[in-house]
């Protein structure tokens, strides 16, 4: 039972060291991405809008009612209205096609807006994972140095790990490696550390 009430005690405690580094890592975050929100022209807020409205099933049900009603009414089949475009449709053939012309235009920017966050968010990545990668090169050099220091063996530890990663040969062989296309066969991977 003791046990029991240190180990939670140490959770305790370690929620309340990490919870600070939690909100603010969030509150950066939602920042950056409120920013992006706020960075927005125009026509792709607009295209947010109409993505987001367009993809709904309301939407999808208007348009049912929508051409159920039309065809209902252009057959005949509501004898309070006159028909107005009778078969084969081509007012409401040409009203559809212009509104999936504009919607596909509208998706295709707020796709190219995602990207574009997509894109950054990747090299946001990529910069903190390098950020990570060096730091952790000069700890490992750091800890190394001060166990040389110290007379301590670090046994079969792997000396190349205190080695900052090149860069550019990591993604040669990346680019070596992985096939370009379904009927090349990978070549095998070249050491990543110089």
């Given at each position: 039972?003791?046990?029991r ?16 580094a939690?909100?603010?890592?969030v ?9 992006q ?5 125009l ?8 993505t ?6 309301p ?14 009414i ?12 009778p ?10 096609s212009?509104e999936?012309?504009f ?5 295709l ?19 903190v994972?390098?950020l ?13 140095h001060?166990?040389d220091?110290l007379?301590v ?11 900052e ?8 062989t ?6 370009e296309?379904?009927?090349k066969?990978p070549?095998?991977?070249t050491p990543?550390?110089?």
């Open positions: 039972m003791n046990s009430v240190r180990s939670s005690s140490r959770v305790s405690q370690t929620e309340d060291t990490t919870a600070p939690i909100s603010r890592n509150a950066q975050i939602a920042k950056l991405e409120e920013e929100i706020q960075a927005r022209g026509s792709q807020r607009i295209a947010g809008a109409v987001r409205a367009a993809g709904t099933s939407f999808a049900l208007a348009h049912l009612v929508w051409f159920a009603s039309w065809i209902a252009d057959t005949g089949w509501v004898r309070r209205l006159r028909p107005f475009d078969f084969p449709f081509n007012l409401l053939t040409m009203v559809v212009l999936a012309i919607l596909s235009i509208w998706i920017i707020s796709q190219n807006e995602m990207a574009r966050q997509s894109d950054r968010r990747a090299h946001l990545d990529l910069q994972n390098l990570a990668e060096q730091e952790s090169t000069e700890t490992l050099r750091l800890v190394k001060i166990a220091r007379g063996s670090t046994g079969s530890a792997d000396d190349t790990l205190a080695v990663t090149d860069l550019e040969h990591l993604v040669s990346m680019d070596e490696a992985l096939p296309s379904a009927g066969t070549s095998p991977p990543l550390r110089t």
